[in-house]
């Protein structure tokens, strides 16, 4: 019997390699190397069509960029966009508390304000107030129904800055108010109930509790409509502020020959305007989602430095197999 046992035909005649010699290939996507390579010849013909064509005139490009005139239209274009969206969020937290409202008066009145200006155009809105000094020629403060305290001349009152920041303000109010509205539901319904059983104060709950945690849910919605506002003030050329795209347009009109690298530049300075808000957007989020998230999202610099650690991970390992 021990013989039988000891002459038996072991189970595996081969030896198993060192851990050393053993690599685990990746598995391979050719279909995504394919499209890649398509998508990079795409973005090369581009890229080499922009530079060598000559009818963009980049020397002129060159020239118009950080000229004077179009420098002061920027300038305008951002004060006409900072002031219309602080007053624009104003509006829309106003207006969102008052579709939240008990009140049936308010939010009927906050209902019809959002539907009224979310479906008139905002050209529109800025020619009509361009002419508004034709429909009332003065305004005045004083009693209802009654005798007026102070007058005002709508033609002085109501210069090319104050048309455009006004239009652009009541329109933005309408869609900031969808906005911040939906961002105050998005907070779970215990908070409030939390905040109300401690018995604090209804102006305490919105600004310290639910206020913060909806802003999580504003902000990107919200800077979504801020680059959409810095587009929106190319229009107030039309009310006879010359904006950047005004100041594009004036020196097109005076330099034809100009006019595609000066609609290049306008493009080149709204890149640059939308993407420095993108920027703020990502770190505002980041922030806002302390508490939120178990870890916050790495930032750019975070991302370069640990895919150049990976990288060095990796070449070392190639390195010792």
């Not at 595996?12 to 398509?38: C, D, F, K, N, Y």
């Not at 504003?218 to 587009?231: A, D, E, F, R, S």
């Not at 150049?308 to 990796?314: E, H, I, N, S, T």
Request: proline share 6%.
């Amino acid at each position: 019997m021990s013989e039988s046992l000891g002459s038996a035909v072991p189970l595996s005649t081969t030896e198993p390699r060192p851990a050393a010699a053993q690599r685990v290939l990746p598995l391979r996507h050719p279909g995504r190397w394919i499209a890649s390579a398509i998508v990079l010849v795409v973005v090369a013909q581009i890229v080499h069509g922009l530079a060598t064509n000559p009818f963009f005139q980049w020397d002129r490009f060159q020239y118009w960029f950080l000229r004077p005139t179009i420098l002061d239209g920027l300038l305008i274009t951002l004060e006409v966009t900072l002031c219309s969206a602080v007053l624009g969020l104003f509006g829309g937290i106003l207006l969102a508390l008052a579709r939240l409202s008990e009140s049936p008066v308010l939010r009927a009145v906050s209902w019809v304000y959002i539907w009224l200006f979310r479906s008139v155009p905002l050209i529109v809105v800025l020619l009509f107030l361009y002419n508004f000094s034709a429909l009332y020629k003065t305004l005045s403060l004083g009693v209802p129904f009654g005798p007026a305290f102070l007058t005002f001349d709508e033609s002085r009152l109501a210069t090319d800055m104050v048309v455009a920041v006004v239009g652009l303000s009541l329109n933005e109010a309408a869609y900031a108010a969808e906005v911040v509205r939906g961002g105050i539901l998005s907070v779970d319904q215990g908070q409030h109930e939390a905040a109300s059983a401690l018995g604090l104060p209804k102006g305490y709950q919105f600004t310290r509790i639910v206020f913060p945690q909806a802003l999580r849910s504003i902000t990107p919605n919200y800077v979504n409509q801020l680059i959409g506002l810095i587009k929106g003030t190319s229009l107030v050329f039309y009310v006879s502020l010359l904006d950047l795209f005004g100041s594009v347009q004036s020196m097109g009109s005076t330099y034809p020959g100009d006019i595609v690298p000066l609609l290049l530049v306008a493009t080149a300075w709204y890149l640059i305007l939308t993407s420095v808000v993108s920027v703020v957007q990502f770190y505002v989020e980041r922030y806002y989602s302390r508490g939120a998230l178990r870890s916050l999202p790495p930032t750019p610099l975070q991302k370069v430095r640990t895919g150049l650690r990976d990288l060095r991970a990796r070449a070392r390992k190639e390195a010792a197999i």
